[in-house]
T-cell receptor, first 111, second 112 residues
């Protein structure tokens, strides 16, 4: 595909369950970002990869959040022991030059 | 105080109106500035980059005021299809890693 893809598009989890969200960036894009967008808010930075290296994880809200990009392409954001406050849309973006191209997001609802 | 602030609106305007949004940022080291458009339940899409000299793309004009630390977006001759949320985004400081700090978004509703 031509754009950034994310899966699943929707995820409902029970509180305490672990979830894994996948991002397939645009082929050849070196930089990859994860953002969290709560209802009615703008996206908030979570973490950044350049190839397989995680260069900035300052936005991860707790040690329950973990991201990886082992081969420098696909990335996975894992949330352990989900809480209700984790309910949000998780957006992935890959970058060409100055422009960030966003995927459609994964809408996570924690019950 | 948030690093990037926008008036959430909503701005309700008639078709054909001119509407302007402002966005303020607090980090004077910020280097790159953007306006994104986000439709309901969709991902943000880049509308315009904002340059120091100002830039125009059809009905849309973006301006940067470094001294006062704000960026603006002007939409002329509003169309129904312009109804969306407009997010301003600022590259976070001098490292220029590409990490973006977004405002809350301003909702625009264009009425017939």
């Amino acid at each position: 595909g031509a754009g950034v893809s994310q899966s699943p598009r929707y995820k409902v989890a029970k509180r305490g369950q672990d979830v894994a969200l996948r991002c397939d960036p645009i082929s050849g894009h070196v930089s990859l970002f994860w953002y969290q967008q709560a209802l009615g808010q703008g996206p908030e930075f979570l973490t950044y990869f350049q190839n397989e290296a995680q260069l900035d994880k300052s936005g991860l809200p707790s040690d329950r959040f973990f991201a990886e990009r082992p081969e420098g392409s696909v990335s996975t954001l894992k949330i352990q022991r989900t809480q209700q406050e984790d309910s949000a849309v998780y957006l992935c973006a890959s970058t060409l030059g100055n422009e960030q191209f966003f995927g459609p997001g994964t809408r996570l609802t924690v019950l | 105080r948030k690093e990037v602030e926008q008036d959430p609106g909503p701005f309700n305007v008639p078709e054909g109106a001119t509407v302007a949004f402002n966005c303020t940022y607090s980090n004077s080291a910020s280097q790159s500035f953007f306006w994104y458009r986000q439709d309901c339940r969709k991902e943000p899409k880049l509308l315009m980059s904002v340059y120091s000299s100002g830039n125009e793309d059809g009905r849309f004009t973006a301006q940067l005021n470094r001294a006062s630390q704000y960026i603006s977006l002007l939409i002329r001759d509003s169309k129904l299809s312009d109804s969306a949320t407009y997010l301003c985004a600022v590259n976070s400081g001098s490292s220029n890693t590409g990490k973006l700090i977004f405002g809350q978004g301003t909702t625009l509703q264009v009425k017939p």
